[in-house]
């Protein structure tokens, strides 16, 4: 499996779900992975995952709300790597995502953004020149489902991905003249590590693996197959919204 060979790829929110999912996976393809998250232990655990799997990685610390650590979070990646070709965009904050409209408060709606759109945007910004001079660098974001179908009780949440994608798709425009692609994943996925819960209403009935169903659509975007698709959202949902714009 050597579809990301001489690639280096940042994966944030890589300690867990589907960020630990797509790291163990490009890093199964050959690229040298660097596992951003904000928590050491988990960082630790999947980097040792990779090398024990035969991988190459590197594991560093980071909370993306935060600018100072996002650039020195690419320094060592770059010092370590040479370069970035692949982003990975994932993390977020599950602790604050529920809302409803009505109850929503400023403050709440701040720390989606900071850990969204405002913190995604930091880390392609700081990412930019290596990815350019990368001549095919590739940048996945993840938005949701949640945001398209207006998902009650997640205000805050559905606002915060909805800018995601809007930033993506300018990016998309701004940056393919440096052979930058940029897009979005908005799956449906099983993370919490149980069955005991109502399928989704979905077509496929079921919630999809980080490492089955989702991974595979981030390793699609970061490889050689997807270079002539960027500013879309691809959307690994069983079929939730087939009807909705994409």
């Not at 930033?167 to 994943?185: F, H, P, Q, S, Y």
């Amino acid at each position: 499996m050597s579809r990301l060979n001489g690639k280096v790829a940042i994966v944030t929110g890589a300690s867990r779900g589907i960020g630990r999912a797509a790291a163990k996976l490009l890093a199964a393809e050959g690229a040298e992975v660097a596992v951003l998250s904000r928590t050491s232990e988990g960082v630790d655990r999947v980097v040792a995952d990779i090398v024990e799997a035969g991988g190459t990685a590197l594991g560093v610390v980071c909370d993306i709300s935060d600018a100072n650590q996002i650039k020195a979070a690419v320094d060592k990646v770059v010092a370590a790597y040479g370069g970035i070709d692949i982003l990975v965009n994932n993390a977020f904050d599950p602790s604050a995502p529920f809302s409803s409209i009505i109850d929503l408060s400023i403050e709440q709606l701040q720390r989606n953004f900071d850990v969204g759109p405002i913190a995604y945007l930091r880390t392609m910004q700081a990412c930019y020149p290596y990815l350019k001079a990368s001549g095919d660098g590739r940048i996945i974001n993840f938005g949701s489902m949640a945001g398209i179908v207006g998902l009650t009780g997640y205000g805050p949440y559905n606002m915060a991905k909805e800018a995601v994608r809007a930033l993506t798709r300018v990016a998309a425009r701004e940056w393919g003249a440096d052979k930058i692609t940029v897009n979005n994943v908005l799956p449906i996925a099983n993370t919490w590590g149980t069955d005991e819960i109502p399928p989704p209403n979905n077509a496929l009935g079921r919630f999809g693996s980080a490492e089955e169903d989702i991974a595979p659509v981030v390793l699609f975007l970061a490889s050689k197959d997807a270079q002539f698709l960027t500013g879309y959202s691809l959307t690994p949902d069983g079929g939730a919204i087939i009807d909705s714009a994409r």
